[in-house]
């Protein structure tokens, strides 16, 4: 079935039920069903959003269009969650249903405040001359799981902004109020994060541009974030129309923050750092973050990016979630590190180690960690999901520091226009790996997390060889596999 000749308006109705098995069948089919990642029953999923701890465990949403994997109708798909590893799915929980939704939910975030949760999404509207029209609403869940009725709480976007005005994060601050960062676009079209208060999560008022040294940093500011860490103030964004710089801004669109001060709610002035991207690999977008109950700053991201196209495509699906990250700040930097829950799905390990070694193990859907004890001189590489002609390699040079990730060989290939590899300096000599490999990806954290690669991999079914390649002696190292049913 050609999905993008059929049609991106429908809606979750008994009229639609019969059409929608026959694409959960065409999911079934797929070689490349997940094991351990959040994946959509059917159709497209992207952005996270909502993600809250609420009623003692953690709510997830996820924009969801069930039809088909195009950017059609939005939806948000509801999955909850004791442990940030086992997601409970409980289906749609709001679809476009009132005038200022009626051409999708799109992304937002949410709050808990006493017995309710609170979400906030962008609705939106196109008029008959193709007008986009941008409502920012909210919608609030009972502890029972039910939805109270929709508000509306900004028509259109403020003077001097286009219709690209979306994505509310709202959070609390110490001082009682509630504050809210929206994504736009200038009318000489470059990005940029408006912030809005309010005092009862119904009537906001705008305090301006939140105010950066990034007065230029493409033609968009998507899905933005606010949050601190340890008297750090991290604003992240998803900017659209970066060029690529070197190893930096490969993908179509990028993912990042800004970190320095806690923002001044008052001024809405942020002094801050370079922008950083927040993962290197292929597919990652549109990240959001919640709090632990125990203080924990948690990130999951969409693992897909958008006007791109998937080997999934033709089996009626696309794109899932990361595995969620603890974000920490360790020695002036923040890193990325697996949460810990995710232990509690480890079996019994496997345990090699090696001098300068070839073959290791195998596997399709698991965790790999190797501690690195002697270092080569010379670049040494990682292979995995190794068959006989294909294999996704991980390179790194000591020499540099230099880690390269290399899908030009990992199976079905997919957007080779933006380049089949990823790259990012390490600060310090590589001393850990730790991998998890699911049936079509893979997420690398390096050196405890201090750099990330996320991406898509589609290989056969049979190739699932794990095997370090090193080419000179020196090289000494401990690896551990845990296989994740």
């Known amino acids: 079935m050609n999905w993008l000749l059929t049609n991106k308006n429908k809606?979750?109705?008994?009229?639609?039920?019969?059409?929608?098995?026959?694409?959960?069948?065409?999911?079934?089919?797929?070689?490349?069903?997940?094991?351990?990642?959040?994946?959509?029953?059917?159709?497209?999923?992207?952005?996270?959003?909502?993600?809250?701890?609420?009623n003692g465990e953690y709510h997830l949403f996820y924009q969801w269009y069930p039809f088909g994997p195009v950017h059609g109708l939005k939806h948000w798909y509801h999955l909850t969650s004791e442990n940030l590893v086992d997601w409970k799915s409980h289906g749609a929980a709001l679809a476009p249903d009132i005038y200022e939704d009626r051409h999708g939910v799109y992304s937002g975030s949410g709050l808990a405040v006493k017995e309710k949760l609170y979400l906030f999404y962008t609705g939106n509207t196109k008029l008959d001359n193709g007008e986009r029209v941008p409502f920012q609403?909210?919608?609030?869940?009972?502890?029972?799981?039910?939805?109270?009725?929709?508000?509306?709480?900004?028509?259109?976007?403020?003077?001097?902004?286009?219709?690209?005005?979306?994505?509310?994060?709202?959070?609390?601050?110490?001082?009682g109020m509630y504050y809210a960062v929206i994504g736009g676009q200038r009318v000489d079209?470059?990005?940029?994060?408006?912030?809005?208060?309010?005092?009862?999560?119904?009537?906001?008022?705008?305090?301006?541009?939140?105010?950066?040294?990034?007065?230029?940093?493409?033609?968009?500011?998507?899905?933005?974030?606010?949050?601190?860490?340890?008297?750090?103030?991290?604003?992240?964004?998803?900017?659209?129309?970066?060029?690529?710089?070197?190893?930096?801004?490969?993908?179509?669109?990028?993912?990042?923050?800004?970190?320095?001060e806690p923002l001044d709610l008052a001024s809405g002035r942020l002094e801050h750092g370079a922008f950083r991207e927040w993962d290197h690999g292929?597919?990652?977008?549109?990240?959001?973050?919640?709090?632990?109950?125990?203080?924990?700053?948690?990130?999951?991201?969409?693992?897909?990016?958008?006007?791109?196209?998937?080997?999934?495509?033709?089996?009626?699906?696309?794109?899932?979630?990361?595995l969620p990250r603890e974000i920490v700040f360790e020695n002036g930097e923040l890193r990325q590190q697996p949460v810990k829950e995710l232990k509690n799905k480890r079996n019994e390990a496997e345990h090699q180690t090696w001098n300068n070694a070839d073959e290791l193990m195998d596997g399709q859907a698991y965790e790999l960690d190797i501690r690195f004890d002697s270092l080569p001189d010379t670049p040494f590489s990682l292979h995995v999901r190794e068959g006989r002609q294909e294999r996704t390699t991980l390179h790194y040079d000591p020499r540099d520091r230099k880690l390269v990730l290399d899908r030009s060989d990992s199976g079905e290939p997919l957007n080779e226009e933006y380049g089949t590899t990823r790259a990012a300096l390490l600060s310090y000599p590589l001393a850990t790996l730790r991998i998890?490999?699911?049936?079509?990806?893979?997420?690398?954290?390096?050196?405890?997390?201090?750099?990330?690669?996320?991406?898509?991999?589609?290989?056969?079914?049979?190739?699932?060889?794990?095997?370090?390649?090193?080419?000179?002696?020196?090289?000494?190292?401990?690896?551990?596999?845990?296989?994740y049913k």
């Open 11 to 54: 809606r979750l109705t008994p009229e639609n039920s019969k059409e929608l098995e026959y694409i959960k069948k065409q999911v079934a089919d797929s070689p490349w069903r997940q094991v351990f990642h959040i994946q959509p029953e059917s159709g497209l999923l992207n952005d996270p959003n909502g993600f809250a701890f609420f």
């Open 137 to 175: 609403c909210s919608c609030a869940m009972r502890t029972d799981g039910t939805f109270e009725e929709k508000k509306v709480l900004m028509e259109g976007a403020p003077e001097g902004y286009t219709p690209h005005f979306r994505d509310p994060k709202v959070w609390q601050a110490e001082d």
């Open 189 to 260: 079209l470059t990005g940029a994060i408006l912030l809005y208060v309010s005092a009862d999560l119904e009537t906001w008022e705008c305090k301006g541009e939140v105010q950066t040294s990034l007065p230029s940093f493409g033609y968009m500011w998507e899905c933005p974030d606010y949050f601190e860490i340890q008297g750090n103030g991290i604003l992240m964004f998803s900017p659209q129309g970066i060029e690529a710089e070197g190893d930096s801004f490969q993908n179509i669109y990028q993912s990042g923050y800004i970190m320095g």
């Open 282 to 322: 292929f597919d990652f977008y549109a990240p959001q973050t919640t709090e632990s109950p125990y203080g924990r700053r948690i990130l999951i991201g969409w693992m897909g990016l958008p006007d791109q196209s998937y080997p999934t495509d033709r089996f009626g699906w696309a794109h899932c979630l990361t």
């Open 436 to 483: 998890f490999v699911d049936v079509s990806s893979i997420e690398i954290f390096a050196n405890d997390g201090e750099c990330v690669f996320t991406s898509r991999i589609f290989p056969k079914e049979d190739s699932n060889g794990i095997r370090m390649q090193a080419d000179a002696g020196g090289l000494v190292f401990h690896a551990e596999k845990w296989e």
